[in-house]
């Protein structure tokens, strides 16, 4: 029996929820389902219920490979197996679908001495952002303290890590290519300005302070110093 696939539109994307089943026939159900589909589908943010299924690094590296080859951004896969949720952390992928509420916690203030400019409007958060969390502004967003794997940003602007950048990102979303991301310890899982994606794999030697801008319809990643006006 061909496991069910089911496709909903949520406030973070799309969730893709999958029926029972042993994990290589889920896929192929899964991935049958969004060909028939791609050109509806291609440029979602989806994430994947897989149940209690547990899957390890490479099952999953081969599940966000194979969405990506077809147009698709794999953002989270939740699951009851804390094997799966765990490996999925490690990959940087969101376990859990953002709660609105966390919004509230967040101030405007004038941008502090980074690659904003002067008095432009930011967002600040003084906080680690753990897994599960999801952070969105329209305009700026400077977090003072680090993005774990799992965490998200999506801003309207620029973005401001002053920390370690572990998680997803995604800067000038409203299509403005002029946004940036820096942080102190730059190594996200997944980069995206405006509708360009980088993607970020392993250890990238010594951490450093870095920033990424597009430059000639690519993500380009140079050394950053934050007290350079």
Do not use: C
Request: aromatic share 4%; charged share 20%.
């Amino acid at each position: 029996m061909i496991p069910s696939v089911q496709i909903k539109g949520v406030r973070e994307g799309l969730l893709v929820t999958l029926g029972d089943g042993d994990w290589p026939a889920m896929l192929a159900a899964l991935l049958s389902h969004i060909d028939k589909q791609v050109d509806f589908l291609r440029g979602g943010k989806i994430y994947i219920d897989v149940g209690s299924q547990v899957l390890h690094a490479i099952e999953l590296s081969r599940l966000r490979d194979a969405v990506s080859e077809r147009g698709l951004n794999l953002w989270g896969v939740l699951s009851n197996s804390p094997t799966t949720e765990q490996t999925a952390q490690l990959l940087g992928l969101a376990t859990r679908l953002s709660r609105p509420s966390r919004q509230t916690q967040f101030r405007e203030s004038s941008a502090p001495d980074t690659n904003l400019q002067d008095g432009e409007a930011a967002v600040m958060v003084r906080r680690t952002l753990r897994s599960g969390y999801s952070l969105r502004h329209a305009n700026h967003v400077v977090v003072i303290g680090d993005v774990n794997p799992g965490a998200e940003i999506i801003a309207g602007g620029s973005v401001v890590v002053w920390g370690k950048l572990r998680g997803v990102v995604h800067a000038g979303s409203e299509g403005d290519t002029n946004a940036t991301v820096s942080a102190l310890d730059f190594s996200p899982t997944q980069l995206r300005i405006a509708g360009e994606i980088a993607q970020f794999a392993g250890k990238r030697g010594k951490p450093q302070p870095e920033s990424a801008r597009i430059v000639d319809d690519k993500v380009v990643v140079e050394a950053w110093n934050p007290g350079k006006k």
